[in-house]
């Protein structure tokens, strides 16, 4: 009976003692991404002239447990190592976004950070510049795209991003500039497919777009790894089941990284106001014919469009089934309405 308690107290003892070994790895892991993104936005502040570092919250989803650089505003947070951490409260919501809580803005990003050196500082660089951003020039906007949700906003859209992944893999400055002219093809005809589009897409672009063309860049990737890394991305962006927020971080950072051999500080010459497209077009001296229409059979062949139409239509098909599907079973079928009234209270005068 001893030597059942001594082993069982044994494991008890072990398991506490390896938990606190695992709590203090991760604790040093986290504290090392910090210094890591620190000195990065050191040497990346020529990009906007301005460190990006700032208040960082890493939150664990499932226990809502937060790690952070900066004590909080009212000096409640533990000390761990070289960190500070404590519970997120149950009212602010967990996402990679930035937030202001307790009179700062935090660059609030889930954990685990991703195992690759470039995706997580390209994250955490992205959320930081979201904070960085009013005093860049900015407002944060998350006005979505609806349109990018219709068959052809859909793929006017995939064509685009075909032509600018032809643009990035491009040898000749003369090939790149026939495939970005293409690109920009697709995109006006989509806009003139839907009026007042431009403005939306031009919105959430300013925001997301170039949040994440400052992560890229901070990121230090190599020629090769940004196009690896474009590629695969892009790839991953095609199955989204939508594409009305997703879009914009993928469309300025490759035109902006193609932009920036030619301007490699482009960024600082734009502000909350810009239109980035005409922005781009300008920049990369293309010239455009005034109407679009006519070229887009001409050249969809060339980037995937026989299949793009094909899967975009059957897409289409398959959403109006399941719509009149819906309408039979919730309205024409045996159903039950529950009717509601609102009655106003009587006010009573004297």
């Known amino acids: 009976m001893k030597r059942l308690s001594f082993i069982f107290f044994s494991i008890i003892h072990f398991s506490f003692v390896f938990a606190q070994k695992l709590e203090t790895e991760e604790i040093n892991r986290i504290s090392n991404y910090l210094e890591e993104i620190k000195e990065t936005t050191k040497k990346?502040?020529?990009?906007?002239?301005?460190?990006?570092?700032?208040?960082?919250?890493?939150?664990?989803?499932?226990?809502?447990?937060?790690?952070?650089?900066?004590?909080?505003?009212?000096?409640?947070?533990?000390?761990?190592?070289?960190?500070?951490?404590?519970?997120?409260?149950?009212?602010?919501?967990?996402?990679?976004?930035?937030?202001?809580?307790?009179?700062?803005?935090?660059?609030?990003?889930?954990?685990?950070?991703?195992?690759?050196?470039?995706?997580?500082?390209?994250?955490?660089?992205?959320?930081?510049?979201?904070?960085?951003?009013?005093?860049?020039?900015?407002?944060?906007?998350?006005?979505?795209?609806?349109?990018?949700?219709?068959?052809?906003?859909?793929?006017?859209?995939?064509?685009?991003?075909?032509?600018?992944?032809?643009?990035?893999?491009?040898?000749?400055?003369?090939?790149?500039?026939?495939?970005?002219?293409?690109?920009?093809?697709?995109?006006?005809?989509r806009n003139s497919l839907f009026p007042g589009s431009s403005q939306l897409e031009n919105l959430l672009e300013l925001n997301e777009g170039i949040a994440e063309y400052t992560g890229l860049m901070v990121s230090g990737r190599t020629k090769n790894q940004t196009k690896e890394h474009f590629i695969s991305s892009i790839n991953e962006f095609f199955k989204n089941s939508s594409y009305v927020r997703s879009f914009a971080y993928y469309t300025i950072p490759i035109y902006g990284y193609l932009l920036s051999f030619k301007i490699p500080l482009w960024n600082q010459n734009i502000h909350s106001n810009s239109q980035l497209i005409d922005f781009f077009i300008k920049a990369f001296e293309l010239q455009l014919p005034s109407d679009v229409k006519p070229l887009i059979t001409h050249i969809s062949n060339e980037y995937n469009g026989e299949t793009i139409f094909a899967e975009e239509e059957k897409r289409e098909e398959r959403i109006k089934q399941e719509i009149a599907n819906y309408k039979r079973k919730f309205t024409e079928k045996f159903h039950v309405e529950l009717k509601f009234e609102c009655r106003l209270p009587q006010i009573k005068t004297a």
């Not at 859909?154 to 893999?169: D, G, N, P, S, T």
Request: with cysteine; proline share 4%; glycine share 4%.
């Open 44 to 189: 990346a502040s020529s990009i906007w002239n301005k460190d990006l570092y700032g208040n960082i919250l890493l939150v664990v989803p499932e226990t809502r447990q937060f790690f952070t650089n900066q004590r909080d505003a009212h000096n409640s947070l533990q000390t761990e190592s070289n960190l500070f951490t404590g519970t997120l409260p149950e009212n602010l919501n967990i996402a990679n976004t930035s937030i202001q809580w307790n009179g700062k803005c935090w660059a609030m990003i889930m954990l685990p950070l991703p195992e690759d050196k470039f995706e997580r500082i390209n994250l955490l660089a992205h959320e930081l510049f979201h904070c960085a951003q009013p005093s860049l020039g900015f407002v944060q906007n998350n006005q979505e795209s609806p349109h990018l949700d219709k068959k052809e906003g859909r793929i006017y859209l995939r064509l685009e991003m075909e032509a600018l992944l032809k643009a990035l893999l491009s040898e000749t400055e003369k090939e790149q500039k026939r495939h970005l002219t293409h690109a920009f093809i697709f995109r006006k005809y």
